[in-house]
């Protein structure tokens, strides 16, 4: 799960839906894709919110840090984004094919892809509310762009952060399912993992451009 500007991989919504999928049986990765100065410097100048290549480079060293670790380095990866991240994960695919097994973006901006998103190879799932009218629009105009498997679905009367009764469940139902009927899943195993990682941890800080 990654996440961009503003939105901490400490907020109670990213950390349930980890939770959620932990509990479906993925181990999960929890990413800020800005560090802490970052953070502080997009506050005041909204410089980096929107770079998309350089939040995909991170989400790279990411899925290159998860393939090294041997606990879970067997597993098949997917990206599950949300706002621009979720543009930056179509991206990392196309700097890096063959890494990323799916992706699922919720409500997200795809649509900062741009005109590339033809070269996406992963099967794609966006979900979005269908009271967030103008992301919607978005949406549908990234889906008409992709080559690859993919899908729309639209949680009714949820926004942007599917805060609505029922809309948080359905959203998380609906990326788990997605990953189970895309991915190439081993067995289940007695052990899983939930990492939760800022960009300064580990080897992740020694890759900051």
Known sequence: MTNGAG?????????????????????????????????MEDALTGALRLDVDLLARRMIAATEW?????????????HLASGVASAAALVADMH???????????????DLAGIRLYKVAPPVLFITGSADLRNLELNRWALRRLNCEKSL??????????????AFTAMTELAASWFKRVMKLPRPVATRSIFSMSW???????LTP
């Open 200 to 206: 300064t941890e580990r080897k992740l800080g020694m």
């Open 153 to 166: 679905v639209i949680v009714p009367g949820a926004t942007i952060r599917f805060e609505e009764r029922g």
């Open 96 to 110: 890096s094919p063959g890494q990323i097994e799916a992706i699922v973006s919720r409500g997200g901006r795809p």
């Open 7 to 39: 939105c901490s991989r400490f907020a109670r919504g990213n950390r349930d839906v980890a939770r959620r999928l932990y509990d479906d049986g993925f181990a999960t990765l929890l990413v800020d894709l800005l560090n802490r100065d970052e953070e």
């Open 66 to 78: 998860v393939k090294e670790e041997t606990e879970v380095a067997h597993l098949p990866v997917g």
